[in-house]
């Protein structure tokens, strides 16, 4: 079985079977894909475009402040790429379909490390491997709700193939592996932190240890990171007349200053001779909500600053001209903050707690436009009715995580020196991936359990290879052991040769005299 060979059916049917092991469960247990506030946000769009629907319900209203209009760019809260994936699937029953082709893409990924760690090539075994992801990981979670946090992980996942199997892929593979992480980086602006993180990482761990590995990261790595970067900025040049990255990002780190303080103390002071919009809110910018910390408070609550004064120009204007000089004028409290937020960030790994919230209307709105058994089947679903296991599916993951921790330990730490460096290498690319994403969400927004929870799998993930290998690696010593054993012994054994010939000790020479037959 070779990774992305379409000449080989079998491995094709395999990939399938996994990814079904994967997406559908959750899917199953539900009754229908699950859903997140932002759910509308990525699926509307595509919905409108296969329905020529006239304005999508995210589109922002007119504005009423002096302040000036919006922002007129869609693209302006989230990046176009998940939309476009989402395009085959966004009509009638088609969204049924959506867990399991993200469960499909999973288990092509999965498969790619699995090959680049050295893991036996069997198809029970890479299936098992994917239904104990499925059963009971995170992985199941967010492969069976319509966001792109399922993702993630991945990311981490072909950011090692790239540095393990890189010069082995054949051009079509190369192709295939860029034109992934590409899409992958144009479906989460966090990802293009975490891929930014490991080029400079583990570019330093291969100026120390592997120089040949700075090639693979320059077109496995950085081209993808070039070539996503390019078409952010080109889609928010054509939607809003700004080769930006992103339009929403200052607005966003603005937040995360306000929540932790610092901004707060720096709009004190720069409100004496300074105008900015939020100089009249002075007093109201350190409010929180049940369900909404102080930063989500300011973004989403209606009564937060961003709803009040709306995404136009100066607003998100005078948000990076804030967030610059509150990093610029009080950098050790951000950078304090900031390592206390990925840190807690780290340890926050349950799935969402807002699993069963109420639905909110726009979610409602959106599948009131499918057919009407899609309709109803959303709405009969457990999460709908706030019945979905949230607690139930914690235990499992809490479990499975327990024992992928034990694994590690008793597999890795324990055995450290007998770990095969291609196994050693996705422990550390793993490692550096749960780092960066918890420093990326929790040091750049607000510390949400679900971040966290999108990767976590990968420990469990990574238990499953040091097994398997080990398994594999006992089982060739058994063989070699084996086959010293019969070597001293002179015993020959070739198949259909009966006892054998024993071979007297000494120098071969091809004389009858040093041979005897046994009878």
Not at 315 to 328: D, G, L, M, P
Request: charged residues 15%; glycine residues 10%.
């Amino acid at each position: 079985m070779r990774f992305w060979n379409k000449s080989s059916v079998l491995p094709t049917l395999t990939i399938i079977l996994a990814g079904l092991l994967i997406g559908a469960p959750l899917l199953v247990l539900n009754g229908f894909p699950l859903t997140f506030d932002d759910t509308p946000g990525y699926l509307e769009p595509a919905f409108n475009i296969l329905h020529r629907a006239a304005q999508p319900a995210w589109t922002p209203p007119p504005d009423l402040s002096p302040h000036g209009p919006s922002s007129a760019n869609i693209f302006f809260l989230r990046p176009f790429g998940y939309m476009l994936f989402l395009l085959p699937f966004a009509s009638g029953w088609g969204v049924w379909l959506i867990p399991l082709g993200q469960g499909i893409l999973a288990a092509a990924v999965l498969r790619a490390a699995l090959t680049a760690a050295g893991v036996p090539e069997r198809p029970g075994l890479f299936l098992g491997i994917a239904a104990l992801l499925g059963l009971t990981t995170s992985l199941s979670l967010h492969a069976a709700t319509i966001m792109p946090d399922f993702l993630t992980g991945l990311v981490i996942l072909l950011v090692y193939v790239v540095v393990m199997r890189g010069p082995a892929l054949t051009i079509p593979q190369r192709l295939l592996t860029v034109a992934a992480l590409t899409g992958m980086i144009v479906s989460h602006l966090s990802h293009l932190a975490i891929l930014g993180g490991m080029i400079v990482l583990l570019g330093l761990w291969a100026l120390w240890q592997d120089r040949a590995m700075l090639r693979s990261l320059a077109w496995g790595v950085l081209l993808p990171m070039a070539l996503g970067g390019g078409l952010l900025a080109a889609s928010n040049l054509l939607t809003a007349g700004r080769p930006v990255l992103s339009e929403s990002s200052p607005v966003f780190l603005l937040a995360r200053l306000i929540g932790d303080g610092p901004a707060r103390d720096y709009l004190t002071e720069a409100c004496r001779s300074r105008d900015y919009l939020l100089c009249g809110s002075l007093d109201t910018l350190d409010r929180s909500a049940p369900g909404y910390v102080t930063s989500d408070y300011f973004l989403w609550h209606p009564d937060g600053a961003r709803r009040r004064f709306g995404d136009q120009p100066r607003f998100v204007a005078e948000a990076a001209e804030i967030a610059h000089n509150t990093i610029a004028s009080h950098p050790a409290a951000v950078a304090e903050h900031g390592l206390a937020n990925a840190a807690g960030q780290f340890v926050e790994i349950q799935p969402d707690d807002t699993l069963n919230d109420p639905v909110k209307p726009l979610t409602r709105r959106l599948f009131s436009r499918f057919p009407p058994p899609v309709y109803a089947a959303f709405d009969q679903s457990l999460q709908t009715q706030g019945r979905f296991p949230r607690d139930g599916l914690a235990l499992v993951q809490d479990l499975s995580l327990s024992l992928g921790v034990l694994g590690l330990a008793t597999l890795g730490l324990g055995r450290w020196r007998r770990v095969d460096g291609r196994v050693r290498m996705l422990l550390l690319v793993i490692g550096l991936g749960l780092t960066l994403n918890a420093i990326a969400t929790g040091g750049l927004s607000a510390v949400h359990d679900r971040y966290q929870n999108r990767v976590i799998w990968l420990v469990p993930f990574a238990a499953l290879v040091l097994l398997a290998s080990a398994r594999s690696r006992d089982a060739s010593r058994d063989v070699l052991a084996a086959d010293r054993e019969n070597q001293a012994t002179g015993w020959n054994r070739p198949p259909r040769m009966g006892a054998g010939t024993p071979v007297v000790a000494g120098k071969l020479s091809g004389r009858p005299s040093l041979l005897r037959t046994a009878r």
